[in-house]
């Protein structure tokens, strides 16, 4: 688990980066473009959904930094959710590279290395969310 100083830095620059409405945006069009099996996952549903989804993880694993047991089952819910989706584990890599280059993008310039601490602080939620998978999941279509 990250420093209460670290997370106390990731929590500044959420509330920065989140104040201006292009960062998920931004962010979306980082992650969709990312990959292939992104966009897959995604061609089925409405961009306003794609972006409400996003939020709603980033939200998740914002609230799981605490380590708090309601937190943690959020996110190994949100887990399962995507092992019905077959989301494959490295797509979360993706997820996060996206994020920090967008919170780079929006707060790097003010505060350097603050991608650093996003990836610290968000990765053990993101951990537990790849260990959901299961490579017998069936596959579920949003739309």
């Not at 509330?15 to 292009?22: A, F, G, K, Q, Y």
């Not at 997820?95 to 968000?122: C, F, M, Q, T």
Request: charged share 25%; aromatic share 12%.
């Amino acid at each position: 688990m990250a420093s209460p100083e670290k997370i106390k830095a990731f929590q500044s620059s959420y509330s920065r980066c989140t104040l201006d409405p292009e960062f998920i945006q931004t962010f979306y069009k980082l992650f969709v473009t990312l990959s292939d099996q992104v966009q897959q996952y995604f061609a089925h549903i409405p961009p306003g959904r794609q972006i409400k989804m996003l939020e709603y993880a980033l939200y998740l694993q914002m609230l799981a930094i605490d380590d708090s047991p309601d937190a943690r089952e959020c996110l190994l819910g949100l887990g399962d959710s995507h092992n019905s989706l077959t989301i494959k584990p490295h797509l979360y890599d993706h997820w996060l590279n996206s994020l920090v280059r967008a919170v780079e993008y929006y707060d790097g310039k003010l505060h350097p290395g603050i991608g650093e601490i996003w990836r610290e602080v968000l990765g053990p939620g993101l951990e537990l969310m790849k260990k959901r998978y299961t490579k017998d999941a069936k596959l579920t279509v949003i739309s």
